[in-house]
């Protein structure tokens, strides 16, 4: 574990900013990388809480696991993206 060697709050994060300027690979910004973020996420993201996905020990708990293990189907490529988006809707539709 690293111990940073500060004890005030505004030596903690001048460290850390200088932490972060050393490795700007890892914070850089590309133009590439914007129009991949905003022509392929942005659109699929919906940070909006929806009822469903919000109470994960309520009476909707096993329509909530059952599209966990679906999402995690779809990563592990045993769904394709139609099959996923397919299986999703039918649960969400499912009383």
């Not at 060697?5 to 900013?17: H, K």
């Not at 109470?55 to 993206?81: P, R, V, Y």
């Amino acid at each position: 574990m690293n111990c940073i060697p500060y004890a005030t709050d505004e030596e903690v994060l001048a460290y850390r900013v200088a932490d972060i300027k050393m490795r700007p690979d890892s914070w850089e910004v590309t133009e590439e990388a914007l129009v991949n973020y905003r022509h392929h996420i942005a659109p699929n993201i919906d940070l909006m809480m929806h009822p469903l996905l919000s109470d994960q020990t309520g009476w909707h708990n096993t329509a909530f696991q059952e599209m966990i293990l679906t999402i995690q189907a779809f990563l592990k490529d045993e769904l394709d993206i139609d099959q996923c988006i397919e299986c999703l809707n039918q649960l969400c539709r499912a009383d």
